[in-house]
């Protein structure tokens, strides 16, 4: 059973960046997408990039033009690299793999001061 973990999380002021990593524990090439999904408190969990195998990407209106989803499958790794954060970014961030199953990963705290 492949495992997901995230990294990178922490507090950040508005305007600054973070980037959080997900590793898997083994190949993320058994994926045909990854996504970031993200839960705000009090909010539902909400789908905010995703990445398909072939490189293709989407976002949430919410992220697009300052989150850029990438993942490397020789690192078995996804990336979420989040620039101009602003404090509604404030959440925990869970990473997932899907292909004729679903991973998520535990998730990490990622909190934007004002």
């Known amino acids: 059973q492949v495992q997901l973990e995230e990294s990178g999380g922490g507090l950040v002021q508005a305007g600054g960046s973070l980037r959080l990593s997900c590793t898997a524990s083994k190949s993320t090439i058994i994926f045909s997408n990854m996504n970031w999904f993200r839960r705000a408190p009090g909010m539902q969990r909400e789908l905010i990039a995703r990445?398909?195998?072939?490189?293709?990407?989407n976002y949430a209106d919410s992220v697009n033009g300052r989150f850029t989803i990438s993942r490397d499958d020789d690192a078995n790794t996804l990336y979420l690299q989040m620039n101009n954060l602003k404090p509604e970014d404030t959440a925990v961030y869970y990473c997932n793999g899907q292909s004729n199953l679903s991973v998520w990963g535990r998730g990490t705290q990622v909190t934007v001061s004002s």
């Open positions: 990445i398909l195998r072939g490189g293709s990407t």
